[in-house]
């Protein structure tokens, strides 16, 4: 069923487990993360970012594809859909089409700015039950083509911001989107917990899932992350299963173009993915 965060997420904080929010792009992955969610009996989050939302013909066609499918599948575990890294426009479309949470990035904007505008989105996500997440100190790697480092948050601002009534709190801590390159530094535990201390029962956010080693996700959890993000780790399985079903000739043997067929293979590597992240963050049976 469609929910804010807000519920999933405190329940995660509270018992030291975080709910995974996958990045969708069509219809395939959506069906394959909420399948998963389904048969682990785990919350979910489905991410939307700007651009996703943009090639899936616009955020209402995203919700009605969503909705249909917690309808036709029977899901019952909580699933929110959540706009990733949105500006405050993008933000305000989501509210508009039915979106059940949303993030507002105002990392890259003085910090003046990422208050004002953040207060206005709790008052309105307060109005339409929505949950809100904000972001302090720019999150590191590729994102829609600007490359960062990897910062670290000032615990400080983060604090300022968590007071204005956000639901969930992204703060920079050495992470980056993408893949981590060779000479990466690690997670800035120091820094998490600095922010943990100040922002108390918040539940934090941890960007930039795909690449950090195990044990660094185990403990960032149990510092307080309970929404961690995963996108290129899911579009790397797929590629390989897609690339391997295609150089094994199967696309040209009887309907193996069907795209039905030609699918099949990346989307159970995307299950087979959702699943292993679900264990490794301890949502399965959390639902």
Known sequence: MLVSAKEMLQKAKAGH????????????WTKAILQTAQENNSPVILGVSEGAGKYMCGYKTVVGMVKGMLEEMGITVPVAIHLDHGSYDACLKCVEAGFSSIMYDGSHSPIEENVKNTKELVKICAEK??????????????????????????????????DLGVDMLAAGIG?????????????????????????????????????????????????????????????????????????????????????????????????????????????????
Not at 237 to 245: D, G, I, N, P, V
């Open 17 to 28: 487990y975080a709910v995974g929010q996958f990045n969708i792009n069509n219809l395939e």
């Open 129 to 162: 039950g929505m949950s809100l997440e904000a972001e302090v100190g720019a999150i590191g790697g590729e994102e829609d083509g600007v490359i960062g480092a990897g910062e670290c948050a000032d615990p400080k601002e983060c604090k300022a911001i968590a």
């Open 175 to 287: 992470n980056i989107h993408g893949k981590y390159p060779a000479n990466w530094q690690g997670l800035s535990f120091e820094t998490l917990d600095a922010i943990q201390q100040l922002t108390g029962e918040l539940p934090l956010v941890l960007h930039g899932g795909t690449g950090i080693p195990d044990d660094m996700v185990k403990k960032a959890i149990s510092l307080g992350v309970a929404k961690i993000n995963v996108n290129t780790e899911c579009q790397l399985s797929f590629a390989e299963a897609t690339r391997k079903y295609i150089e094994e000739g199967k696309d040209q043997q009887g309907k193996g173009y069907d795209p039905r067929k030609l699918l099949l293979p990346g989307f159970e590597a995307i299950k087979e993915t959702v699943k292993t992240k679900m264990e490794l963050f301890g949502s399965i049976g959390k639902a």
